[in-house]
């Protein structure tokens, strides 16, 4: 089945990625499970103050190889890339995205109307991070966790909108068999930036993880 999507872009569903029992390996899940045990359990701070550039500018080149976060991240998640001439291989113009969140195909280029349709999740939202530990981190750490990969990941665009500043107690993605990694993936970031989780983000992880 093919989704036609805006501009130059075609969305595809890949097989046997529309449905799936979301299942993973159960020595992943042990760990996923213990890990988020281990997590503090507090509420939500004030927003007070959350500003994006609290967190640094926008993409930084953080790891120093020439190249900005974003494109770093597309380059890693997507195939078939094509670059700008003359950029050393950092500006993709094109490629193809696998996406986690629906299990579909997209096609990506560069554009003004045609970019936004693959933008670059925070696994661990920048603002929700802000109330759950950031607001006390320094700057430096800030901008590290902004553009740390293990937080970033390329998704289909409308839906990371969707998803704005959201946990995983009023956000998951809609494709089910992707839940358990993306929940794993989650506590893993909380848990390399101590992050905690509130009472309900924790029972909507557990539950999810109840699954797997």
């Not at 989704?3 to 595809?12: K, Q, R, Y």
């Not at 993409?59 to 991240?73: E, K, L, M, P, Q």
């Not at 193809?96 to 554009?111: N, Q, Y």
């Not at 009472?199 to 109840?210: D, N, Q, T, Y």
């Amino acid at each position: 089945m093919v989704l036609t999507g805006c501009g130059d872009l075609e969305a595809t569903l890949l097989p046997d990625q529309d449905a799936g029992s979301g299942k993973a390996a159960s020595a992943d899940v042990k760990e996923a499970r213990k890990k988020l045990g281990d997590l503090p359990v507090k509420g939500r701070a004030p927003k007070t103050g959350y500003d994006r550039d609290e967190f640094g500018p926008a993409w930084a080149d953080v790891d120093h190889n020439g190249c900005d976060t974003r494109n770093d991240i597309l380059k890693r998640d997507l195939t078939d890339e094509t670059f700008k001439p003359g950029s050393k291989d950092c500006i993709v113009l094109t490629g193809v995205l696998a996406d986690p969140f629906t299990g579909k195909t997209i096609k990506f280029e560069r554009g003004q109307t045609t970019s936004s349709k693959v933008q670059i999740d925070h696994v661990i939202p920048l603002s929700d991070a802000w109330q759950k530990g950031a607001q006390q981190w320094t700057k430096t750490k800030r901008k590290e966790f902004a553009n740390d990969p293990l937080n970033l990941m390329a998704v289909d665009g409308p839906l990371n909108g969707q998803k704005s500043d959201s946990d995983a107690a009023t956000w998951l993605p809609p494709r089910k068999a992707y839940r358990c990694e993306y929940i794993a993936r989650q506590i893993d970031v909380k848990v390399k930036y101590d992050l905690w989780v509130t009472s309900g983000e924790k029972e909507a992880m557990s539950g999810v993880l109840s699954s797997c």
